[in-house]
């Protein structure tokens, strides 16, 4: 059972970027799709970007290709969110989540992750 502790968020200008990074627990990171959600106040949970399990390939939502990366470091169980030309419009709680079992179909649904981060906040000013 995996365990996610997240970190990097903070205020940043428009235009600016930041860096997300989630510590996982246990041997079996590999296996585990991970997931970088967000959400506002009075808003569903909306999806950032994921890598599917096991070398899987990365898959980002429409309004941050071209300016977000997600990245895994296997040998240290980590998963970062670079994020880049930030805008008002990211200000959100942001989350990494992680499942085992999902399948590639629902790897944009937040509720089909078992095992969630704490979340951090990211303010983006104008």
């Known amino acids: 059972q995996v365990q996610l502790v997240e970190s990097g968020g903070g205020l940043v200008q428009a235009g600016g970027s930041l860096r997300l990074s989630c510590v996982a627990s246990?041997?079996?990171?590999?296996?585990?799709?991970l997931g970088w959600f967000r959400q506002v106040p009075g808003k569903e949970r909306e999806f950032v970007a994921a890598?599917?399990?096991?070398?899987?390939?990365?898959y980002y939502a429409d309004s941050v290709k071209d300016r977000f990366t997600m990245s895994r470091d296997n040998a240290k169980n980590t998963v970062s969110l670079q994020m880049n030309s930030l805008k008002p419009e990211d200000t959100a709680v942001y989350y990494c989540?992680?499942?085992?079992?999902?399948?590639?179909?629902?790897?944009?649904?937040?509720?089909?992750?078992?095992?969630w981060g704490q979340g951090t906040q990211v303010t983006v000013s104008s």
């Open positions: 246990g041997p079996t990171f590999r296996s585990y799709t």
């Open positions: 890598i599917f399990r096991n070398g899987g390939r990365t």
């Open positions: 989540a992680a499942d085992r079992g999902l399948i590639l179909s629902s790897i944009r649904t937040w509720n089909q992750y078992d095992h």
